[in-house]
């Protein structure tokens, strides 16, 4: 299964950007520091992220981030999708007619691994950020 860092650091940026005030910005540098993700790479993916209206950016002082919109009307598939990060179980193209391995045919196993793709797909598509901070809220 391919997931990169990218789409795994774009969701614990924004789970720990809303565990705070809607209204009050936080930076990067706190973000960076909190979950141990380097505050180039978090500018990069922020960038994306606000370009797909997942954060808005507050200038000044007091400067940062706030979401778009409440924490339970973003889906984790948003952040995927925002960071350009897709879940692959496949190493073919889905609905290319050449198979698996370059050849006519699929592999035996195709169709499993396009149904877990679907199955997680379809997970991220129900879970929102305010679901992962319920569930961190009750495992303290």
Known sequence: MKLSSKGRYAVMALADLAK???NEPVSLRD???RQGISLDYLEQLFL????NNIVNSVRGIKGGYIL???????KIS???FAVDEKVKT????????KGCNGKTAKCITHD?????EDYINNFFEKKSLRDLL???????
């Open 48 to 51: 994306k992220l606000k370009k």
């Open 134 to 140: 319920n569930q961190s809220t009750n495992r303290l």
């Open 112 to 116: 499993l691994w396009d149904e877990l």
């Open 20 to 22: 705070f005030d809607p």
């Open 78 to 80: 948003d952040i995927f």
């Open 90 to 97: 496949i190493g073919c193209e889905k609905h290319s007619k």
């Open 31 to 33: 973000i960076s520091l």
């Open 68 to 74: 778009s919109k409440e924490a339970s009307n973003i």
